[in-house]
Nanobody, 126 residues
Framework: QVHLVESGGGMVQAGDSLRLSCKFS???????????MAWFRRGPGKDRDFVAAIRYNGGSTDYADSVQGRFTISRDNTDDTLYLQMDNLIPEDTAVYYC????????????????WGQGTQVTVSS
């Protein structure tokens, strides 16, 4: 079983930065370095939307158009942790942010991910 725990959310003003973390833990035989990872978010009254994804080895990344150039996804396979650096935040970034993991593919579709964290709230005021 895979366990994901997000942290780093908070309340900030427009233009500020935040860094989210997602700590991975799992049972025997399951290793963070084998998993494709992603961040999704759910804003007030909205569906869960793709934010960013990263290959198991960090060799490739993908970003939603809305965050391209402002957010950076990264991972530390020696520490089993996924990160999302969020710069120049805007009120539209207000959401609960979730990390997700799967063994098969780096994808923008939440349906491809079978392991989810509980989420961390990010609130951006104008």
């Amino acid at each position: 079983q895979v366990h994901l725990v997000e942290s780093g959310g908070g309340m900030v003003q427009a233009g500020d930065s935040l860094r989210l973390s997602c700590k991975f833990s799992a049972g025997s035989g399951r290793f963070f370095r084998n998993y494709e990872m992603a961040w999704f978010r759910r804003g007030p009254g909205k569906d869960r939307d793709f934010v960013a994804a990263i290959r198991y080895n960090g060799g490739s990344t993908d970003y939603a158009d809305s965050v391209q150039g402002r957010f950076t996804i990264s991972r530390d396979n020696t520490d089993d942790t996924l990160y999302l650096q969020m710069d120049n935040l805007i009120p539209e970034d207000t959401a609960v942010y979730y990390c997700a993991a799967n063994l098969m593919t780096m994808s923008r579709s939440p349906a491809q991910y079978d392991n989810w964290g509980q989420g961390t709230q990010v609130t951006v005021s104008s």
